[in-house]
């Protein structure tokens, strides 16, 4: 929902702008930054970000460059939002930037797979420590059979769960997708490479590191905001970038301002915000991300039913090149060889009271575990978003999820 910026008059914008020119100065003058340096803003196509390059243009005119990354799991008003925002903010052009993974980066990882599918494997962590999984390449051993009536749910027609895997590892003209199959599964909240390959490197090789290798000092001006997540607020307003410190730096405008503010901003320099927002987005981030909450998963799939197919249509592929639903996907079969061979980590098989019988993976799920199914797939995870609050699951991942959701450094992911 909008937040109603009713309350913050046009002065108080005035007000908080002077503020933000002055403490910049102090920030330029502290870190002795030279008067030429670069400011380049982190664009997302949402209010925040939006808010940050009106400020930035306001106060600093053309010396203020933008870049967004997109990852090719954007909603398409957002891409539009930020071709065409220069033209309400009066700026330069949002440069776009993505990350392009090439042929030789899927070379690279089918080499990986052929040779290490070959081997068996065991668990080294979770409730499965000590499992011995067999080979994926072998197509006459009992684990080949009972896989292939696997491939025969799925509607696809391999000997091998190799095989299944190199159909698809090549690269497929999506960003967001080639990624996942080159990682063999869908981001997670503790292994988001989505942040740090597709918006903050691709940001930086493209857009910020091409500037700092002609000599040029310069400062991202990013829209994080602090009242968004505890780890949001810890920022500091401005520091040195580690990744280049005495060249980089950083620096958070809006960083105690609220959403009503952010809002308030549009509306003092005239500016339309992102049309998702109208639409009742809380954010408009990757539509959708992969660690959004429950609501926006219902409403995605009321108002914009094409993206959650384009989900669905990736969950097909990225299940062909990840290990464990190829593994987990003989559920039903008696899976005898987990007890085979003699175990390596000097420990039983650790299931916990689990038996292998119940373990029935088909996929790599989008949106990871959610409503206490382990591995459901997007339309599984559509109906449960459909369903009431859920219960003490859904409170404990909803909690997790608001202080967690993209909370960046950069503001790329709003
Ligand atoms: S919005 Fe979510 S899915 Fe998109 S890049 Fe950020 S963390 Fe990943």
């Known amino acids: ?17 002077k503020e933000i020119k002055s403490a910049y100065a102090g920030y330029v003058a502290k870190f002795r930054i030279p008067s030429d340096h670069v400011i380049v803003v982190n664009y997302s196509g949402g209010k925040d970000s939006t808010a940050t390059l009106a ?25 539009e939002y930020a071709k065409n925002i220069h033209q309400q903010i009066g700026c330069r052009p949002v440069q776009l930037v993505k990350r392009i993974y090439s042929e030789q980066d899927f070379a690279k990882r089918r080499v990986s797979v052929q040779k290490n599918w070959r081997k068996r494997q065991a668990i080294r962590m979770g409730a499965y420590r000590g499992v011995v999984m067999p080979s994926l390449y072998a197509s006459d051993t009992k684990f080949a059979e009972a896989w292939r009536k696997s491939a025969k749910r799925w509607g696809i027609d391999f000997d091998t769960p190799l095989d299944a895997a190199l159909s698809v590892l090549k690269p497929s003209g999506n960003s967001f997708l080639d990624a996942a199959l080159l990682h063999g599964k869908f981001p997670m909240l503790r292994d988001r490479f989505c942040t740090d390959e597709l918006k903050i490197n691709a940001a930086f090789d493209q857009a910020i590191n ?92 009321a108002r914009y039913p094409h993206h959650i197919e384009k989900h669905r249509e990736w969950e097909q592929k990225v299940r062909l090149v990840s290990r464990w639903v190829h593994w987990m996907s003989v559920g039903t079969f008696d899976q005898s060889w987990m007890r085979k061979y003699s175990l390596p980590l000097g420990r039983a098989v650790q299931l916990y009271g689990l038996t292998p019988e119940v373990q029935n993976i088909d996929w790599s799920a989008f949106y990871g575990t959610r409503g206490g199914m382990g591995a459901p797939s997007v339309n599984d995870v559509v109906e449960w978003a459909k369903t009431g609050r859920g219960g003490k699951v859904y409170d404990l991942v909803k909690a997790s999820l608001d202080t967690e959701v993209c909370s960046s450094r950069y503001g790329l992911c709003e």
């Open 1 to 17: 929902m909008i937040e109603a910026p009713a309350l913050i008059i046009p002065t108080d914008i005035s007000a908080m702008i």
């Open 210 to 301: 091409p500037l700092l290798e002609e000599g040029e000092v310069v400062v991202q001006w990013s829209g994080v905001r602090g009242d968004e997540s505890s780890k949001r607020a810890s920022y500091a307003r401005f520091e040195a970038d580690r990744r280049d410190s005495s060249f980089l730096y950083n620096f958070l405008p809006i960083h105690k301002w609220t959403a009503s503010d952010v809002f308030a901003l549009h509306k003092y320099f005239g500016i339309k915000p992102n049309p998702l927002y109208l639409e009742g987005a809380a954010r408009v981030g990757c539509m959708n991300c992969v660690l959004c909450n429950k609501e926006e998963i219902a409403q995605t799939a």
């Open 55 to 79: 400020i930035a243009h306001h106060l600093f005119g053309d010396k203020v460059r933008n870049v967004m990354a997109d990852t090719d799991n954007e909603h398409e008003y957002t891409v």
